[in-house]
């Protein structure tokens, strides 16, 4: 089994009440990435929401460049942007820019989206957009690899012309995807999937998920990475680790609370800390080394600054992870 790679995620939010104007905050996350790059992470990601208070960045593509700007090794990814609020020439003319700034460090992470209020924030339709998004994939596709705009579909109807620039022609598309039709869409258009979790149990069903749509379209994991997104935190002990993450993660939770529509509040005192893998860099390996046992990931990628982390919090955490964790993962 080949060692897994890692990864940092960075949405740019922070937790309400807003208490860094967002060009400091923003600088300041960029700085992150630079430090996550330095201590040795292979990846980070930046994700796409919309109409959110706590400034949750809307425009990953935009923040990859910057992130291109200010790197030279890691690998950029999206995770993701959600192509059916975009046209998907514009996602192509954006993702191939940003393979231009960086060397082709780019991974388009892409997935269509759930939210009713983005869609109606942008009026668009919620109805066909698993077809619009599947269009999409295809006309990106096609730009990259052909250099060509035309395009003739059911959603789509694109006159020919040149497209440039051309990023490399092994240039990756990685689908987000949770449900199992989800997941065999990602294993048919895609060159790898993106998946969310927190539960252990549910990264196990997911990937048994993964395992079987690769075995029903005659691929192959080694060619067709499972990418696990979560949420990880370490510091010197595991009361520490937890002083520092549960608000955080008590935050996140009740974001998605706020999105499901229910009324009571969730705090930290709801929260389970053996849900979360939060602790001494020594216990976060062990669990990572026992879930990988049974969910046998390729990358790993977490928030690299959660919501209300300060930023001493949050490089403390990537570099002893960086040092402690990975090399213990890897067996370095």
Not at 85 to 90: M, N, T, V
Not at 219 to 248: L, N
Not at 276 to 292: D, H, N, T, Y
Request: net charge negative; with cysteine.
């Amino acid at each position: 089994m080949t060692a897994p790679s890692f990864g940092v995620m960075h949405d740019f939010s922070q937790r309400l009440p807003l208490t860094t104007p967002s060009a400091d905050y923003y600088a300041e996350c960029l700085d992150l990435v630079v430090t996550a790059e330095r201590a040795g992470f292979d990846a980070v990601w930046m994700s796409e929401h919309h109409g959110r208070a706590d400034g949750f960045a809307p425009s990953p593509l935009v923040s990859a460049a910057a992130i291109a700007a200010r790197t030279s090794r890691i690998r950029i990814g999206t995770n993701v942007v959600l192509l059916p609020l975009h046209h998907p020439l514009q996602v192509a003319e954006n993702g191939a820019v940003v393979h231009a700034f960086s060397g082709g460090r780019l991974v388009l992470g892409l997935g269509q989206g759930y939210s009713p209020h983005e869609f109606g924030l942008f009026g668009v339709q919620r109805t066909g957009r698993t077809e619009r998004f599947e269009e999409g994939i295809e006309i990106i596709r096609r730009a990259w690899r052909d250099g060509r705009t035309g395009y003739d579909g059911r959603h789509f109807s694109l006159p020919d012309g040149p497209f440039s620039p051309q990023p490399p022609q092994d240039a990756p598309i990685y689908v987000g995807a949770v449900a199992p039709a989800a997941v065999e869409r990602a294993v048919r258009l895609a060159d790898g999937m993106l998946t969310y979790v927190t539960a252990e149990e549910d990264l196990y069903g997911r990937y048994d998920t993964y395992a079987a749509a690769l075995a029903k379209a005659g691929r192959r994991a080694d060619t067709f990475p499972f990418v696990w997104t979560s949420v990880a935190h370490v510091a010197g002990s595991a009361d520490e680790a937890w002083a520092e993450a549960g608000p955080a993660l008590a935050y996140l939770e009740d974001q998605l609370r706020i999105a499901r529509g229910e009324e009571k509040p969730i705090t930290v005192n709801d929260l389970e800390r053996a849900d979360f893998l939060v602790g001494s860099p020594a216990e976060v390996a062990q669990r990572l080394l026992a879930i990988r046992e049974r969910a046998p990931f390729d990358h790993f990628a977490f928030w690299g600054r959660l919501p209300g982390l300060s930023v001493e919090q949050a490089t403390r955490a990537t570099e002893l992870f960086a040092a402690e964790v990975i090399p213990a993962v890897r067996g370095d």
